[in-house]
C-alpha cells in the first residue's frame, strides 16, 4: 500500500429514517436542478426572452433524464437481468437502488428537448439548438457534481494505481488504492463548464447556433472514452472487450459533436434569442 493513498470510507447517505435514506447523490440531482432553472432565467433575461416556457421545460428535462438513465442502465448493462425475468423487471422500476447510465440519460434529454422544442416552438420560438447549447452550459457543472456523487457512493471507480493518489474504497471492500476516475471526470467536465461559459459571456455573438452543444459533445465524450481505460469494469462481459460499454457508448455522441459544430458554421444561424424567423413571442 502506497503510504500516500486516501482511505475513503465516507456515508453516502446524509440522513436516515427508517428504511428511507437521503443520499448526498440525491441532494446533488436537486442542486442541479435548481441552479440549472435558476441559470436558464439569466440566459433568457439576458437575451431578453421571455421566461415562461421554463415552467414546461425544466419538470420535463428532470423526467426525461432520470428515467433515460435508468433505462440506459437496464439496457446497455445488464438486459438479461432485468428482462430476463420478472424479479428483474420489477427491479427496473427501483432506480433508488442504484444504477444510472449518463449516455442513457442524454439521450433521454435529447428526445426530450427535441419533443418540446417541435411541440413549443410556434409558442416560444425557441429551437431545438437554441436549448441545447444553454442546457449544454448547465450540464457540464452538472456531470462534475454527479461525478462527485459517484466518489461519494464509491463506484465507478478506476484501476489499481501506486499513484500517491489513489483512494482504497473502504466501504466496497477494497483493499489496495484504486485510480479517481470520478474526479478524473469531474474536474474534465468542470473545466469544461468553465469554458463554455467564459464563451457565452464573452464572445457568444461571434459563434452560431449549436457550437456550444458540438463543443460540449466533444469535450464530454472524449475524456470519458480516454478515462474509460483505466476504470475498473462496471459489468463481467465488459472484461473481454476491447472496448467496454462506455466507450462504445461514447463514440456516437463524439461523431455527433464534431458533425454538429461543422454544421453550425455552415448553418451561421446567430447563437443567441429567439429564432431567426420568429419576430417575437405570441400576445
Not at 431578453?48 to 420535463?60: A, G, Q, R, W, Y
Request: glycine share 8%; aromatic share 18%; with cysteine.
Amino acid at each position: 500500500m502506497t503510504p500516500l493513498s486516501v482511505r475513503w470510507d465516507v456515508d453516502p447517505y446524509i440522513f436516515s429514517i427508517g428504511n428511507y435514506h437521503f443520499r448526498w447523490y440525491t441532494l446533488f440531482f436537486l442542486i442541479i436542478f435548481i441552479v440549472g432553472f435558476n441559470a436558464f432565467r439569466r440566459f433568457c433575461k439576458r437575451e431578453k426572452m421571455d421566461v415562461e416556457f421554463l415552467e414546461s421545460l425544466f419538470p420535463t428535462v428532470l423526467l426525461a433524464t432520470v428515467v433515460g438513465a435508468r433505462i440506459g442502465h437496464c439496457l446497455f448493462y445488464d438486459p438479461a437481468y432485468y428482462f430476463g425475468s420478472w424479479e428483474g423487471f420489477l427491479h427496473f422500476f427501483m432506480a433508488w437502488e442504484g444504477g444510472l447510465a449518463s449516455h442513457g440519460g442524454a439521450c433521454g434529454l435529447l428526445l426530450a428537448i427535441w419533443w418540446f422544442s417541435a411541440h413549443y416552438k410556434d409558442k416560444y420560438h425557441v429551437d431545438f439548438l437554441w436549448i441545447m447549447d444553454r442546457l449544454c452550459l448547465v450540464t457540464a457543472f452538472a456531470g462534475a457534481l454527479i461525478r462527485i456523487g459517484n466518489l461519494i457512493n464509491s463506484e465507478i471507480y478506476g484501476n489499481v494505481t501506486s499513484l500517491p493518489w489513489g483512494f482504497i474504497f473502504v466501504r466496497v471492500g477494497e483493499t489496495a488504492p484504486r485510480h479517481p476516475t470520478q474526479i478524473y471526470e469531474a474536474l474534465c467536465y468542470f473545466i469544461l463548464g468553465l469554458a463554455l461559459l467564459w464563451i457565452y459571456r464573452h464572445r457568444v455573438t461571434k459563434v452560431f447556433r449549436g457550437f456550444f452543444l458540438g463543443v460540449f459533445l466533444l469535450g464530454c465524450f472524449i475524456p470519458r472514452f480516454l478515462i474509460e481505460f483505466i476504470k475498473e469494469p462496471q459489468v463481467e462481459f465488459e472484461r473481454a472487450n476491447l472496448l467496454d460499454q462506455g466507450q462504445l457508448l461514447s463514440i456516437p455522441f463524439i461523431i455527433a459533436g464534431a458533425v454538429i459544430l461543422v454544421l453550425s458554421y455552415r448553418w451561421k444561424k446567430p447563437s443567441t434569442g429567439l429564432l431567426p424567423t420568429a419576430k417575437g413571442p405570441k400576445a
